[in-house]
């Protein structure tokens, strides 16, 4: 087993795969992974299934069926993701069972296209729930403001979830207070908290990718030199948030019920900038009691070359606030980031659907 990624894990960082493909599956990498790189879950988008229909023949008998069977192009993409995640989770049940259900998940996001509509949010997270049928499985929901009483819902319905496209430490706030709704409707109605899973999936490299641009054309020295320090800055402080909540009254007595905490999940932390190092966000963000989960580029990185030096997040908090004070004094307006970000990031995952859709009404038609 890899040594480097023996310690990350051993540091209490959680490596998870994000990405998944038939071929992956078929060909038994996800279970190499598993046994020589320390992976202990994956994550999906509908980028990475737009990319997986796109290669290779592995899903032509099952597009070929659902050809004569007639079945429209949105049950086709729902049935085609949901086989190859429920094949995932059966190969990661093995790390589910052994972490007593804390690692070993595999992530299936909502159609995107809803991620401002509530009450179709939480009709979807039930649909795929029940059409994946594994206890190892997370429903990702977006963290607008429409998906955070969807959160919520689903929490108090026993559904666990994955949180995704968090960029802002006030909306990282609002999911952990959702989260914790839902966590007490379902302990009010009897729900056995312990088997309630979550993660809030806060998005990195994006975040360096907007500011970096900003800092460039404001262009003073003073500017510039703060290029490549934002993401980092505001995930430190994302985790500070998180211990704010575990200290909390209102969690302690959800813990004490049985509960278990909303680890966050550091994502997008492939690097877009060469010039940076390949693994800034795997070496900059280490802590126990968090996910990382890694395109595999940047998992063969960490692999290689990775730097685990120690606990890298929380002896770091003052100066990840100063970073921040630093940006706004040169002129970076955060809120305006991460809206920016948010609807990017939503428009983006709707592309990629329609694309995917696209992909596979045209593979319909050829079988």
Excluded at 28 to 45: F, Y
Excluded at 97 to 120: M, N, Q, Y
């Amino acid at each position: 087993m890899n040594e480097i990624l023996k310690s990350l894990s051993d540091h209490g960082v959680s490596i998870w795969l994000d990405d998944i493909s038939r071929e992956r599956l078929r060909i038994g990498n996800l279970e190499a992974l598993i046994r020589d790189k320390h992976v202990v879950g994956v994550t999906s988008n509908p980028t990475i299934f737009a990319s997986a229909l796109s290669k290779g023949d592995a899903y032509d008998t099952q597009l070929h069926d659902l050809a004569v069977r007639g079945v429209d192009v949105e049950e086709a993409v729902r049935a085609i993701t949901t086989y190859d995640i429920r094949w995932a989770a059966d190969v990661l049940r093995p790390v589910y069972d052994a972490t007593d259900g804390v690692d070993g998940r595999v992530s299936i996001e909502v159609d995107p296209r809803l991620a401002r509509e509530t009450e179709k949010t939480i009709a979807e997270a039930r649909a795929l729930w029940w059409m994946v049928d594994r206890p190892n499985l997370f429903i990702k929901i977006p963290a607008t403001v429409e998906g955070l009483s969807a959160i919520t819902q689903a929490i108090s319905e026993g559904i666990s979830v994955n949180v995704t496209l968090i960029f802002s430490l006030e909306r990282y706030r609002a999911v952990m207070d959702a989260w914790l709704t839902g966590l007490e409707r379902a302990r009010d109605k009897g729900l056995n908290l312990s088997g309630i899973e979550s993660v809030a999936s806060f998005f990195v490299s994006r975040v360096d990718s907007e500011i970096d641009k900003r800092l460039e054309k404001i262009g003073t020295p003073e500017a510039k030199a703060l290029k490549g320090k934002a993401a980092i800055a505001n995930a430190r402080l994302a985790f500070a948030a998180f211990e704010d909540m575990v200290n909390s009254p209102r969690w302690q007595a959800l813990a004490e019920a049985g509960a278990r905490p909303q680890r966050p999940l550091w994502a997008s932390t492939g690097t877009k900038d060469p010039s940076y190092p390949d693994t800034l966000y795997v070496d900059e963000l280490v802590t126990a009691g968090t996910v990382n989960t890694m395109p595999e580029k940047t998992l063969d990185a960490a692999a290689d070359h990775g730097r685990i030096t120690g606990d890298t997040v929380r002896p770091f908090y003052e100066d990840a606030w100063n970073t921040m004070s630093a940006l706004k004094e040169a002129g970076i307006d955060y809120d305006d980031v991460v809206r920016v970000l948010e609807e990017e990031g939503v428009e983006k995952f709707e592309t990629s659907w329609k694309e995917l859709l696209a992909t596979v009404s045209a593979e319909l038609r050829k079988a």
